[in-house]
């Protein structure tokens, strides 16, 4: 099966990360090499694969960047084109199959701009996306700012979770608007948080293709995320969401 890059996203609290690691793990049985590259602000896809550890954000790494930019204090000049081949080797984890590259979003708040460590971690994200012998997955901030052409290089297929509401349907319109702009091939809709054929019924309404999967609405998973606890053993009726979504990005059959 051919290395396949995928990248998810959509509003703030759909579960975006939870789906992503539930494929990350199917991906593991299917691939030689999985990459899961962790690009929100607030990064927990660690935990929610099960690595062990406190693991720090690459973004919260400000003297690294800002060596590797070349930033001066006091001058506007930086290195457009940083160092950035050892960050991979020096950072990456492993667990299960799986490696993982959290990256986090660089947070200016009143700090002004924050253009040369965002360069590196653009480079970086660049670099891993490009990667040619391995299935790489990305979870992308929310929202719609990070869709660049730069960020998103390489991705074959994004995934835009929503959910039964309104305000959820506009940000997933957005986002798969301007992924089609910047030229990502494949767009799909993924349903989260479904409690019935009324919410599909709602969403396959408003968006312009039929979501592809349907995730159930979870206690477990809920309670899973609030103790912060790995998504490692699914539910029977999360198979055959999976299935749908595998289905999906492989083109192939999924066995039963």
């Known amino acids: 099966m051919r290395p396949i890059k995928i990248a998810i996203s959509g509003k703030g609290g759909v579960g975006k990360t939870t789906i992503m690691a539930l494929i990350a793990q199917r991906f593991a049985a299917d691939f030689a090499q999985v990459l899961v590259i962790d690009a929100d602000?607030?990064?927990?896809?660690?935990?929610?694969?099960?690595?062990?550890?406190?693991?720090?954000?690459?973004a919260e790494m400000r003297d690294l960047l800002v060596e590797r930019s070349g930033k001066v204090k006091?001058?506007?000049?930086y290195n457009i084109n940083p160092r950035i081949d050892d960050l991979p080797q020096r950072f990456m984890l492993e667990n299960e199959g799986i490696k993982l590259m959290i990256l986090g979003a660089i947070q200016t708040g009143d700090s002004g701009c924050a253009c040369a460590e965002n360069t590196v971690l653009r480079r970086l994200l660049v670099k891993l996306l490009l990667e040619k012998d391995q299935a790489v997955l990305l979870d992308m901030e929310a929202g719609v700012e990070h869709l660049g052409r730069g960020t998103v290089a390489g991705v074959d297929h994004l995934l835009v979770v929503v959910i039964p509401s309104r305000s959820s349907v506009r940000t997933a319109l957005k986002i798969a608007r301007l992924a089609r702009e910047v030229g990502i091939p494949l767009v799909s809709f993924v349903g989260n948080n479904i409690s019935d054929k009324g919410d599909e019924e709602f969403l396959n309404k408003l968006l312009p293709e039929k979501i592809i999967a349907a995730f159930p609405n979870s206690a477990?998973?809920?309670?899973?995320?609030?103790?912060?606890l790995a998504i490692s053993s699914l539910a029977p009726e999360f198979n055959t969401p999976l299935d749908d979504i595998m289905n999906e990005l492989t083109g192939k059959e999924i066995k039963k």
């Open 41 to 58: 602000p607030s990064p927990h896809m660690a935990e929610t694969l099960g690595f062990s550890g406190k693991v720090k954000p690459i």
């Open 74 to 77: 006091g001058s506007p000049f």
């Open 220 to 228: 477990d998973i809920r309670r899973a995320e609030r103790d912060g």
